[in-house]
């Protein structure tokens, strides 16, 4: 019997992880990506004048071990040790972050730290039931007045709505396992190194990161692809996707920058993309109540200034969150910080501000260098450095790069995947925009993996929807218990409602 051919529809962490394991079988695999130059989606490495820089800041840390292991075999000599460093700026004064008691306690003044304690107090005696929104789950766990000093302005500039039309469901995964006393405790004392399963993610102090940014590592990643086999199309946009229920074979229609036409047919389709673009993309067409639902599905959009500067050690950070109104700047990179290696010389710094908006508004639309003017008035504003030291900069816009969790999208997700599941067999949802899940790379590359592996066998021996936000997956009745021919571990099923995991505590990436 002959191998199953694929096509895969994107190459970032998921598509590209899919690509390599099934290369690795001996699967055929062509994979088709938009960008006409550049792998990784959003984990790419953008390129501009020697300097490297980040779509958002990815620190390498998985609770999975065989994502560890993955990053390592893919580019095993050039992973990076990187103290992690980050800082709140609010109220015109900087907070580390994770938090430090004495510090913050200080910072904040005697009354306000007792109006934050008495506060969160309150919260934990009585919290609020059934909490649907981030506003009800972030007031519950940290109390009133820290939302407010913490979350709200950083969040409300991430997501461009209020935190009341924010589902609980995004705060349980990017904050699991972290509350005030958590918080308060690492800050007093270190604490006993734990098995990476019970590493709280929001407390790590140190990741890996490659020596010239994620890209590198998707690179690698793709040249390793090839070298197996597959076949990697750039600036490829797919059209199109027929299903044929006679014979059981997908036709993927694409079309390059100057418009030609091809076709790929194949067994399996693996898509990385936007689930509300994909929907409307499908032959025969879907039922009026997946279309619908689709297209109530929402991304929020962002784009970075890079600015290029004279270096004057104004900070060492990876990044900070900027809580201050004042400016519309939601976060700021040092790229420096990540790699000294992202900077070419190592007298200038390049530093990334990220603007969350959506595509379109005003700030989307704003000319290139209008934006890198603004960018630089507010870095002076908030003290990180003075306009005059910025010598050059660059914009890169990234559309749907977070899936909005409002309060229908999981019933509009789970509308789609039912009509997908009945009607489309053979097309695999993988990844943060195709499965419309706010994950890290860990949990895109691990749905990535299953997938690779249920093709491999003919059968859908993993459900990638039942991969959790730490890269674990989750069966019923099988903990303790290692799958032969993968490795990959199991562990049980968590009861309904506990919340599942968590990166940061107010990070969008």
Known sequence: ???????????????????????????????LEADPKYVGGISRTVRYNGFHFDIGGHRFFSKSKEIED?????????MLDRPRSSRIFYNGQFFEY???AGEALMKLGPIESARCVLSYLKARAFPQDNPRSFQDWVTNQFGARLFNIFFKTYTEKVWGMSCKEISADWAAQRIKGLSLKS??????????PKARGQVIKSLINTFRYPRLGPGMLWEACAEKVKAQGGVIEMGRKVVGLHYDHKTNLWTVNHTGPDGDFQQEVVDHVISSAPMKQLIHGLSPRTSDAARDAASKLRYRDFLTVALV????????????????????VGRVQNFKSWSPEMVPDQSLNCYGLEYFCFEGDGTWA????????????????????????VLDGCVVRQPKA???YDDDYATHVATVRAELQDRF????LVGRNGMHKYNNQDHAMMTAMLCAENIRAGREKFNLWEVNQDAEYHEAGSAGTQNGSTGLRMVPTRVKGEPQVAEEVVAAS
């Open 425 to 428: 067999p053979n097309l695999h």
């Open 402 to 404: 977070y899936p909005v």
């Open 70 to 78: 993955l990053w390592s075999e893919i580019l095993p000599d050039d």
């Open 98 to 100: 994770p938090l430090k």
């Open 1 to 31: 019997m002959s191998e199953p051919t694929v096509a895969i529809i994107g190459a970032g962490p998921a598509g590209l992880t899919a690509a390599y394991q099934l290369t690795k079988y001996g699967i055929p695999v062509t994979v």
């Open 366 to 389: 704003a000319s290139d260098a209008d934006l890198i003017e603004m960018a630089k008035k507010e870095l002076a504003k908030i003290g990180l450095a003075d306009a005059s030291d």
């Open 309 to 328: 500067l004279k270096d004057r050690n104004q900070f060492t950070d990876n990044w900070i969150y900027i809580h201050d109104p004042g400016v519309k």
């Open 183 to 192: 918080a308060i405790l690492n800050a007093l004392w270190k604490p006993k």
